[in-house]
């Protein structure tokens, strides 16, 4: 997303805290326009030229006094301009300010009770009588505050959970508020963007659609693009996006790999091509992708091997259509958060996604991705902007790879298709009983395992169904949905009474972190 200067906005620095997604998320919640930028670049930050109106300072891994690996842009603290740290840029705040930071006796990491100890514009309606619970995160805490500034807010293991100086609007916080297990957290950035930045509403859905239309066109121009697209929210979205900024100059591609939920391929035919008139192509790759996955076990080499044949069959249509110089994805913020840091900080790698990285350079195709800054739920609404249904606006996200890493182990034709039933009949019921769009994500798993069991009077000996559904806001942390226990029971009788190979099913109640939402 580029800065748009015309706009008052939010600055967040980046000091890599895998959080920092999570504040962004929630400003833009404020309808308030937001960036995030990396400590590396805000020397190069001109808060005038850029109408920057507020700064927060995210936490991070690093210490305040690791200065070869810090690279920010102490000015900033001296601009007039709010400013509001969180964590480790409440440390560096207090820091660069005359403060003074010590590893903490006690490390806070998890839930931890803060006491306020006086008023503040920042934690205006935030406290429930004198007390609150926030998340904790730190080895390191501030001991001795800068001048002029006062304490709000204090913890048994830290006494300047909250800080200020009011003159200055400069403002800092031990703990996370973006994250959820803090009570009422969401207010604290609140406040802070609305009523010590003063920040008007500027963001929209609608906002989005029209510059992110505009910049489509700015840089493809009169090229030809295709998309790649799979019938899933983003592909979706991105398609619908781009065929409005460029016409008949986008060409989508879908390719049936074999791995697709049961029946997708009619759908995704239907949707585009028939209802909303989109230039497609329809490759059934099913029986190429089952051979080069045959005999393959290990979840890394199944992306890989999916992800190269996928873009060979690219290469091999976009050779038929002259000028085309674009490949449009559908990747969004998490996935580039999960598999590299965006924005050049030191944020963890946790595992590999087949569309986030660039393409071959034999492909000789630019990579255009129009929603890599934005979040799921941002993703859905840009998508009723533009008139997409709410059928496929609700679809729960699902994977590039497909089945083939709900299917550890071998991936074989008969496996393909007792998990597609399975699958099928567990979203079906979800639907029935309006529990679809309570789910962040939920879907059924096949797993190397054959057990014994009795139906009628004859021995079985079939696969275990693995079912999974999650709650989660931003898919970075999520908890297994609370189901009763008759509704498990149902749709356990139905999958094993109509769906040959499976004797077994059992449900996965482990939350991300430590699991992933998908298995491999």
Known sequence: MLLESKLEKIIIIDFGSQFTQLIARNIRELNIFCEIISHNKSNKLNLAENNVKGIILSGGPLNVYQDRK?????????????????????????????????????????????????????????????????????????????????????????????????????????????????????????????????????????????????????????????????????????????HNAIGKNLTCIFVNTGLLRKNEEKQVIQTFKRKLKLNLIYINAERIFLKKLKNVNDPEEKRKIIGKLFISLFEKYAKKIKNVKFLAQGTLYPDLIESKSVTGSQTSKIKSHHNVGGLPKKMKLKLIEPLKYLFKDEVRKLGLELKLSKEIISRHPFPGPGLAIRMPGEIT????????????????????????????????????????????????????????????????TADFFHFEKSFMQMVSNKIINNVRGINRVVYDITSKPPSTIELE
């Open 413 to 476: 034709k008969d496996k393909i298709k007792i998990l597609k039933d399975a699958d099928n009949y567990f979203i079906k019921e979800l639907k029935n009983h309006n529990l679809y769009n309570k789910i962040w994500q939920a879907y059924a798993a096949l797993l190397p395992v054959k057990t014994v069991g009795v139906m009628g009077d004859n021995r079985t000996y079939e696969y275990l169904c693995l079912l999974r559904a999650i709650t989660s806001e931003d898919g970075m």
């Open 70 to 242: 810090i690279k920010f842009n102490k000015n900033l603290l001296n601009s007039n301009v709010p400013i509001l740290g969180i964590c480790f840029g409440h440390q560096i705040i207090s820091k660069e300010l005359g403060g003074r930071v010590n590893q903490a006796k006690s490390r806070e990491f998890g839930l931890s009770k803060i006491i306020k100890v006086r008023n503040s514009l920042l934690t205006k309606n935030f406290f429930s009588k004198k007390y609150n619970d926030v998340w904790m995160s730190h080895g390191d805490e501030v001991v001795r505050l800068p001048k002029n500034f006062k304490t709000i807010a204090k913890s048994a293991n830290s006494k300047f959970c909250i800080i200020e100086d009011i003159k200055k609007k400069i403002y800092g916080i031990q703990f996370h508020p973006e994250v959820t297990h803090t009570i009422k957290g969401k207010v604290i950035l609140k406040n802070f963007v609305l009523n010590i930045c003063k920040i008007k509403k500027n963001w929209s859905s609608k906002n989005q659609k029209i510059n992110l239309i505009k910049e489509v066109q700015e840089k493809v121009g009169k090229s030809k693009v295709i998309c790649a697209l799979s019938g899933g929210v983003d592909s979706s979205v991105v398609a619908k996006l781009i």
